[in-house]
T-cell receptor
Framework: AQTVTQSQPEMSVQEAETVTLSCTYD???????LFWYKQPPSRQMILVIR??????QNATENRFSVNFQKAAKSFSLKISDSQLGDAAMYFC????????????FGQGTILTVHP | NAGVTQTPKFQVLKTGQSMTLQCAQD?????MYWYRQDPGMGLRLIYY???????DKGEVPNGYNVSRLNKREFSLRLESAAPSQTSVYFC?????????????FGPGTRLTVT
């Protein structure tokens, strides 16, 4: 069974600074997908970024980028120029392409942004 | 565009009571999911439905039943609620296939069992 581990229960960053959230996963598959979801205090789950394992290039979405290390099974999220609105719980998630779309989530990291 | 809707948003039950959480999506997705979120444990899959007419167990199915009423609707039933089922419940839907399809989530239901 796949497992996803986020070892940082809480992180903090100053506004306009950069922060990196860590995620590791365990799988025997060679093809899979990885996601970062954001959950603000409203509870709504919002997709931040996705990465296909077959792609060597790291995904980027504006101020959000990932460092995908397939051999190390590591998938970290970098947030540049942090904003107050980035404060939220962040979840890393894994998906097996043949698993009917089911997601396996990490435990989550609470990100605090200080003005 | 409503996306994924869930009712109710909040519910308090006494131990042993039953209730059904309702979920509907208007994106014509084949696949739907129920997750529960507990502190320090992320979201865990309870049941899923890969397509209309099919359902299957996820990681934590005990104490729950589901019904895929039609392509739009996927309900979760607690037959005899227990305090261990106090949690936030999310319904989600997605396309299915060999692409990195996004899962779309409802707003969640906060359930307290006393």
């Amino acid at each position: 069974a796949q497992t996803v581990t986020q070892s940082q229960p809480e992180m903090s960053v100053q506004e306009a600074e950069t922060v990196t959230l860590s995620c590791t996963y365990d799988t025997s598959e060679s093809d899979y997908y990885l996601f970062w979801y954001k959950q603000p205090p409203s509870r709504q789950m919002i997709l931040v970024i996705r990465q296909e394992a077959y792609k060597q290039q790291n995904a980027t979405e504006n101020r959000f980028s990932v460092n995908f290390q397939k051999a190390a099974k590591s998938f970290s999220l970098k947030i540049s120029d942090s904003q107050l609105g980035d404060a939220a719980m962040y979840f890393c998630a894994y998906r097996n392409p043949r698993g009917y779309g089911k997601l396996t989530f990490g435990q989550g990291t609470i990100l605090t942004v200080h003005p | 565009n409503a996306g994924v809707t869930q009712t109710p948003k909040f519910q308090v039950l006494k131990t042993g009571q039953s209730m059904t959480l309702q979920c509907a999506q208007d994106m014509n997705h084949n696949s739907m999911y129920w997750y529960r979120q507990d502190p320090g444990m992320g979201l865990r899959l309870i049941y899923y439905s890969a397509s209309e007419g099919t359902t299957d167990k996820g990681e934590v199915p005990n104490g729950y039943n589901v019904s895929r009423l039609n392509k739009r609707e996927f309900s979760l039933r607690l037959e005899s609620a227990a305090p261990s089922q106090t949690s936030v419940y999310f319904c989600a839907s997605s396309e299915q296939g060999l692409e990195a399809y996004e899962q779309y989530f409802g707003p969640g239901t906060r359930l307290t069992v006393t």
